[in-house]
């Protein structure tokens, strides 16, 4: 299938404003010590991307082309990520009296959670700007993505994974032939360790953030969202936040498909979900704060909640606060119940990063918060089977 060429046009800090190369390898700016987003012509690219031309084309990342940052096809890299299905959990909704209630399910992703989509497009960029090995701090999920994306493009992956991440992460990251090296410690301690690795080895540092393209691949979670909505964005999306990529994603999604003429300025409320044991977005929105302090002594059984220093922290908060949403924090104990209350009411076995949404929907409902006539979608990230 072909698909239209890549509208790159350069990388930009959000915070100085700065234009860096975008046909070069970056990380991020370095004066901010602020994430780079990626721009594109948007003008052209609305020649070719229209509600009728994708019609006509394959489903997948790829299928939005024009706004994503490979150039050349043959570097398009693939395992069938994204194009998951956007469920109406019709018992739940009954059960919590909400009339339109819906589970975006990352669980089918390869390698069990979404975290493929940024890593998919990440390696792939790379890879085409000539670059063959990568390093990576991780809980788990982002490390088994980038160990299976570095495989299928013959590249070479080194994960500094927290010993206590699940065993589904541990195997499938030596499965995938990239080399594991356990941390004890947190993700702050691993993401140390792999900076360092990267200065010493050369190694393509792929922490969130850290680099300009999994938020592009994670942009597609609002752009699948938008297009199976029939371009009528919901009213709120409750998203598990950890390192926020996700939902800095799809606030850019929103915002690109705005000037594409896909949508209007209406936005969904946007909602943070974090972990009673790790709430630096929380405490830094409650607190009016427009960074997010460290969070000391964090721990959560939901591991991708377990981000205690949010680099990408003024474009989350931000985010939410434009889009009038709101973070709260829930707890492990209820996470564990709504994880189990999902699978046996909608046939979801989530993850409990995807569970505690559904905990913090019942904490919206509780305090008026949420209406319930609103059109709600939840996001389960990942899949219950990889924290088993
Ligand atoms: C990484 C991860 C998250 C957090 O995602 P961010 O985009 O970093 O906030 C949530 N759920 C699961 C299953 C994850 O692996
Ligand atoms: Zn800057």
Not at 136 to 155: E, F, H, K, M, V
Not at 335 to 340: A, S
Request: aromatic letters at 8%.
């Amino acid at each position: 299938m072909w698909y239209p060429e890549s509208a790159l046009t350069h990388l930009e800090c959000p915070h100085c404003g700065k234009h860096f190369n975008a046909d070069e390898v970056q990380s991020f700016c370095q004066d901010c010590c602020e994430p780079l987003l990626a721009r594109y012509d948007l003008v052209s690219a609305r020649a070719t991307l229209t509600r009728e031309s994708l019609v006509t084309r394959p489903s997948g990342i790829w299928r939005w082309s024009e706004i994503m940052p490979v150039r050349a096809p043959a570097f398009r890299l693939t395992l069938g990520e994204g194009a998951t299905p956007l469920l109406k959990a019709v018992n739940l909704g009954q059960t919590l009296g909400l009339t339109e209630l819906y589970i975006k399910d990352e669980s089918a992703n390869p390698t069990g959670s979404f975290k493929a989509r940024g890593l998919a497009i990440a390696v792939a960029r790379a890879v085409e700007l000539g670059l063959r090995s990568f390093v990576i701090p991780t809980a788990g999920n982002a490390g088994g993505a980038l160990a299976a994306y570095a495989a299928r493009a013959c590249a070479q992956a080194h994960v500094f994974m927290l010993v206590d991440a699940p065993m589904s992460n541990q195997i499938e990251v030596k499965m995938f032939g990239a080399e594991l090296v356990l941390v004890d410690g947190l993700i702050s301690d691993a993401a140390r360790l792999a900076g360092e690795a990267s200065r010493l080895h050369g190694w393509f540092d792929v922490s969130t953030f850290k680099e300009p393209y999994r938020c592009e691949g994670k942009k597609t979670l609002g752009l699948e969202l938008a297009e199976a909505l029939s371009w009528d964005l919901p009213d709120v999306i409750i998203y598990p936040t950890g390192g926020g990529t996700g939902l800095v994603g799809m606030w850019k999604a929103f915002q690109e498909l705005e000037q594409l003429g896909f949508i209007g300025s209406k936005r969904p409320r946007m909602v943070s979900v974090q972990a009673e044991g790790c709430a630096p977005i929380v405490r830094a929105l409650t607190g009016n704060n427009d960074r997010a302090q460290f969070w000391d002594g964090a721990s959560t059984i939901a591991s991708g909640l377990r981000v205690p220093g949010v680099f990408a922290d003024r474009l989350v908060l931000s985010a939410i606060r434009e889009s009038n949403g709101t973070a709260l924090a829930v707890s492990d104990d209820a996470i564990l119940i709504c994880q189990r209350e999902l699978a046996a009411s909608e046939g979801i076995f989530a993850s409990p990063e995807g569970a505690a949404t559904l905990a913090a929907t019942r904490q919206l409902l509780a305090s008026g918060w949420l209406n319930k006539d609103e059109r709600v979608v939840l996001f389960n990230t990942g899949s219950g089977l990889k924290s088993l």
